[in-house]
């Protein structure tokens, strides 16, 4: 099993940034596909970014050149780097894992965290 737990959320202005981290404990990071979704009330939950064993990095068009993900292997631990914010950003944001499969699909992990809160307003 692997345990991820989301944190970095929080209240941010339109424009600024945010840097959201996903930590897990019992395995290693670097073993599995990563990705981090996002939630807004009332609608489905969609992919943002994935990052692959082999460090290979994708993004929805709606946040590429603004997001980056990143994993830091001695850490154990994954990143979003949020920059650029807007309001439709807002959105409860979970990090995804998978030893084997990668994609834009929320069927695609098997393990999942509980999400961090991310409010873009002025």
């Known amino acids: 099993q692997v345990q991820l737990v989301e944190s970095g959320g929080g209240l941010v202005q339109p424009g600024g940034s945010l840097r959201l981290s996903c930590s897990a404990s019992?395995?290693?990071?670097?073993?599995?596909?990563m990705a981090w979704f996002r939630q807004a009330p009332g609608k489905e939950r969609e992919f943002a970014a994935a990052?692959?064993?082999?460090?290979?990095?994708s993004y929805a068009g709606s946040v590429r050149g603004r997001f980056t993900i990143s994993r830091d292997n001695a850490k154990n631990t994954v990143y979003l780097q949020m920059s650029g914010l807007k309001p439709e950003d807002s959105a409860l944001y979970y990090c995804?894992?998978?030893?084997?499969?990668?994609?834009?699909?929320?069927?695609?992990?098997?393990?999942w965290g509980q999400g961090t809160q991310v409010t873009v307003s002025s």
């Open positions: 995804a894992a998978d030893r084997g499969r990668i994609g834009v699909s929320v069927g695609s992990y098997d393990y």
């Open positions: 019992g395995r290693t990071l670097s073993d599995y596909n």
């Open positions: 990052l692959s064993r082999s460090g290979v990095a």
